[in-house]
Nanobody, 124 residues
Framework: QLQLVESGGGLVQAGDSLLLSCAASGRTFSNYAMGWFRQAPGKEREFVAG????????YYLDSVKGRFTISRDNAKNTVYLQMNSLKPEDTAVYYC?????????????????WGQGTQVTVSS
């Protein structure tokens, strides 16, 4: 099993930045496409960003393009989500996700492993 542990969430003001990290263990990390999803209260979980196994290809939700950047360090078995210019509508629990032998176009049905989530709250 691929274990995923997120960190870096918190309470910030609109316009601030946060860096989320997701540390993986248990399997060969570079075999997995990785992504970030989020779920706001009363809403369905949605895709935010995805990255290929090599890190060479990335894909984003339209509303976060230009503000969020996904990256990975396969030597450290870690995937990151740099979030800039945060908005109140970015408030959600953010989940790290892994897809074996997949690509950057992650969907809910393709995810093989989930992290436990980290809360991001953006105040106005």
């Amino acid at each position: 099993q691929l274990q995923l542990v997120e960190s870096g969430g918190g309470l910030v003001q609109a316009g601030d930045s946060l860096l989320l990290s997701c540390a993986a263990s248990g399997r060969t990390f570079s075999n997995y496409a990785m992504g970030w999803f989020r779920q706001a209260p009363g809403k369905e979980r949605e895709f935010v960003a995805g990255i290929s196994w090599s890190g060479g290809r990335r894909y984003y939700l339209d509303s976060v393009k230009g503000r969020f950047t996904i990256s990975r360090d396969n030597a450290k078995n870690t995937v990151y989500l740099q979030m800039n210019s945060l908005k109140p509508e970015d408030t959600a629990v953010y989940y790290c996700a892994g897809n074996y032998r997949g690509n950057q176009y992650l969907t809910l049905s393709l995810v093989d492993y989930w992290g436990q989530g980290t809360q991001v709250t953006v105040s106005s």
